[in-house]
């Protein structure tokens, strides 16, 4: 009898231990984004009360393999279990995925001032293939216009997660995305974005925004995230953006002047003072 309910306690245990585990395995559907984290703490400093960031590229070049075994890890993904992740996971792991190659990029290109040098006349860099995803070598403008900004997620807050390795782009955030907290983590950097006053800002009667929301413009007015009006997009972070009650009402009726700033290509790397 004490043999039988011994028996049943252990089987118990182990059956609750096996449900636990299952349980962290759904929640992140199977994929580790730590190696990407690890690195983005070891060499991604932000700055300016946190609206922006760089990033110590001659340490990360000198200390490269953690970013070599994640890319790896990335590149073994079939795309079959992909498929099989839930969609916050999916766009995790594709802007992650992003992010992590356009570094390796730059890597790969020690001495440039900018992402805009490599690749000659007659080539951008993000028109060249060498990312591994998905079962196919790909660009990383395949990566970002045909898979992350698809209509499949219709998320217009992806503009401000995916990094270009230049100071005009947002900031390369110190985490990866991943699926259970992407909302909060697009949410957060956002705001962020909204924030930095050397993107958007009031100047007397206009308001004068990073020029992301020229070229992605359509993204903001295609019903994404139910926005069918960039002001529409604007006027849900006020805050952010500093407006007043009689700028918002302008803004609303769009009698708000919106002019776009200079982008800056410069490399977003850690300056030698620092």
Same mark, same amino acid.
């Given at each position: 009898?004490?043999? @039988? &309910?011994?028996?049943?306690? @252990?089987?118990?245990?182990?059956?609750?231990?096996?449900?636990?585990? #299952?349980?962290?395995?759904?929640?992140?559907?199977?994929?580790? @984004?730590?190696?990407?984290?690890?690195?983005?703490?070891?060499? $991604?400093?932000?700055?300016?009360?946190?609206?922006?960031?760089?990033?110590?590229?001659?340490?990360?070049?000198? !200390?490269? /393999?953690?970013?070599?075994?994640?890319?790896?890890?990335? !590149?073994?993904? /079939?795309?079959?279990?992909?498929?099989?992740?839930?969609? !916050?996971?999916?766009?995790?792991?594709?802007?992650?995925?992003?992010?992590?190659?356009?570094?390796?990029?730059?890597? =790969?290109?020690? =001495?440039? *001032?900018?992402?805009?040098?490599?690749?000659?006349?007659?080539?951008?860099?993000?028109?060249? /293939?060498?990312?591994?995803?998905?079962?196919?070598?790909? &660009?990383?403008? /395949?990566?970002? @216009?045909?898979?992350?900004? &698809? =209509?499949?997620?219709?998320?217009?807050?992806?503009?401000?997660? $995916?990094? #270009? !390795? &230049? $100071?005009? #782009?947002?900031?390369?955030?110190?985490?990866?995305?991943?699926?259970?907290?992407? =909302?909060?983590?697009?949410?957060?950097?956002?705001?962020?974005?909204?924030? *930095?006053?050397?993107?958007?800002?009031?100047?007397?009667?206009?308001?004068?925004?990073?020029?992301?929301?020229?070229?992605?413009?359509? *993204?903001?007015?295609?019903?994404?995230?139910?926005?069918?009006?960039?002001?529409?997009?604007?006027?849900?972070?006020?805050?952010?953006?500093?407006?007043?009650?009689?700028?918002?009402?302008?803004?609303?009726?769009?009698?708000? *002047?919106?002019?776009?700033?200079?982008?800056?290509?410069?490399?977003?790397?850690?300056?030698?003072?620092?």
């Amino acid at each position: 009898m004490k043999t @039988h &309910s011994m028996t049943t306690w @252990h089987m118990a245990i182990i059956v609750f231990s096996l449900l636990l585990a #299952c349980t962290r395995v759904d929640a992140d559907a199977g994929f580790d @984004h730590g190696l990407w984290t690890q690195d983005l703490q070891q060499f $991604v400093t932000l700055r300016r009360e946190g609206v922006a960031s760089d990033v110590n590229y001659a340490a990360w070049r000198q !200390a490269r /393999e953690s970013l070599d075994r994640y890319l790896s890890k990335l !590149a073994a993904v /079939e795309k079959g279990t992909y498929q099989s992740w839930p969609k !916050a996971q999916q766009l995790a792991f594709l802007i992650n995925a992003y992010n992590a190659y356009t570094v390796q990029l730059i890597l =790969d290109h020690p =001495d440039i *001032d900018s992402i805009k040098d490599i690749g000659g006349w007659f080539r951008q860099p993000w028109s060249i /293939e060498f990312a591994s995803l998905l079962g196919q070598t790909r &660009s990383l403008d /395949e990566i970002e @216009h045909q898979l992350i900004r &698809s =209509d499949y997620f219709s998320e217009p807050r992806i503009h401000f997660a $995916v990094n #270009c !390795a &230049s $100071v005009g #782009c947002p900031l390369l955030r110190r985490e990866a995305y991943v699926g259970k907290h992407l =909302d909060r983590q697009l949410g957060d950097q956002t705001q962020r974005f909204l924030q *930095d006053k050397s993107r958007n800002k009031i100047v007397g009667s206009r308001l004068v925004l990073s020029p992301i929301f020229k070229w992605y413009r359509d *993204d903001f007015e295609s019903n994404w995230g139910g926005y069918n009006r960039l002001e529409d997009f604007l006027l849900d972070h006020p805050a952010a953006l500093d407006l007043t009650q009689q700028q918002k009402k302008l803004l609303k009726n769009r009698q708000l *002047d919106i002019e776009y700033s200079e982008y800056d290509w410069s490399l977003n790397q850690t300056s030698p003072h620092h």
